[in-house]
């Protein structure tokens, strides 16, 4: 009977010691989980954050890109247009150029036509040579 109520007593004293223990680990365990839980709230907060700043920070990059391509686009349409002027300009002045050349023969001509009988006057250049040296 002694035997037996050591036994009981042995027992229950491990019964206790299993039942403390296994509430420490359940302690532990609920701490654990708690800590867990708190890491993946920081975690999730954190990547929402950084989610938002480079959503953001996409957005504005995209809004100067749009910008910096409207602007470029601006830029050539305005050297396209200033090309075709200069293009346009410059046939306009070789029009006149050669206006004013075609009047400096017929003056030319006409010079040297009414001068040309008079005497010592037989040496006037013609006005195509004159051209060509300026030319």
């Not at 491990?14 to 709230?41: G, I, N």
């Not at 391509?69 to 090309?83: T, V």
């Not at 075709?84 to 400096?104: C, D, M, V």
Request: glycine content about 4%; proline content about 1%; hydrophobic content about 30%.
């Amino acid at each position: 009977e002694e035997r037996l109520k050591d036994a009981e007593k042995n027992g229950r004293e491990a019964a206790e010691q299993h039942r403390q223990q296994t509430e420490t680990l359940q302690h532990k365990l609920d701490d654990a989980e708690q800590r867990l839980a708190d890491s993946v709230s920081r975690y999730t907060a954190d990547l929402r954050e950084v989610k938002t700043e480079y959503n953001g920070a996409v957005s504005e990059l995209k809004a100067q890109y749009i910008q910096t391509e409207d602007s470029l686009l601006k830029r050539i349409d305005n050297a396209e247009n200033a090309a075709r002027e200069a293009r346009t300009s410059e046939a306009s002045l070789q029009g006149e150029i050669r206006a004013l050349k075609e009047q400096n023969r017929e003056l030319t001509a006409l010079l040297y036509g009414s001068v040309s009988g008079m005497p010592g006057n037989a040496d006037i250049p013609e006005a195509d040579e004159k051209e060509e040296r300026h030319e």
